[in-house]
């Protein structure tokens, strides 16, 4: 992006970053949680040739819901945050849902004894 007074550049780790965050937030983790860090890996950044960019994210769904729902939430989540933080065009959010599961949760700690 260009000023008046010089340039802004945006990489795509921190584009990474607000779409984790994001996706996150729909995902109800903790960004901390050592096991919430391994879901950025499932996180890709493109750059487009009009300056816009598409997000991939790779995710599990909740069994019983709506998977649709839940992809338009992740979508519409990280396009908004991506969008308001950097005015970057999010020209797309890919969402491929590679599983269902009984509950999203965050991991716990440690197992507790029985």
Known sequence: MEFEQGNINISDDVLKEIAFRSFL????LNPDEK???KLKKNIEIER???DSVIVYVKTVAPYGKSIVEFGKRIMKNISENIQR????PVSAVNVTVVDVVEKLEAP???EEEV
């Open 25 to 28: 937030e729909i995902l109800e």
């Open 48 to 50: 487009t040739p009009d």
């Open 108 to 110: 716990k700690e440690e």
């Open 35 to 37: 096991e919430a860090k």
């Open 85 to 88: 933080m950097t005015e970057i």
